[in-house]
């Protein structure tokens, strides 16, 4: 595959290629959060869910996930 991109086989060659690339810190354009905090605002949230049920959720799967370790571990101990 590096015959296909022609890119370096060693760690110096790499190293070189590194440093070549420009040095600074990289800033994003003016109201670059601005218009990703209102993008994300306008966005439906990924879960929608009430928080209450949400939180249910958790505390079964972490209940169930308890209960499958235990009975694996008490399986696994039997002769």
């Known amino acids: 595959m ?3 991109w022609n890119l370096p086989e060693d760690d110096e060659a790499w190293t070189t290629l590194l440093r070549s690339l420009p040095q600074g810190q990289l800033e994003p ?3 670059f959060f601005a218009r990703l905090q ?3 605002a306008t966005q439906p949230p990924l879960l ?3 928080t209450w ?3 249910s959720v958790y505390a079964f799967s972490l209940a169930a996930l308890v ?3 235990n009975a694996d571990t008490a399986l696994s ?3």
């Open 77 to 79: 101990a039997m002769p």
């Open 29 to 31: 354009r003016p109201f």
């Open 2 to 4: 590096s015959d296909q």
């Open 67 to 69: 209960l499958a370790l």
């Open 53 to 55: 049920l949400r939180r």
């Open 38 to 40: 209102a993008r994300l």
């Open 48 to 50: 929608a869910l009430p």
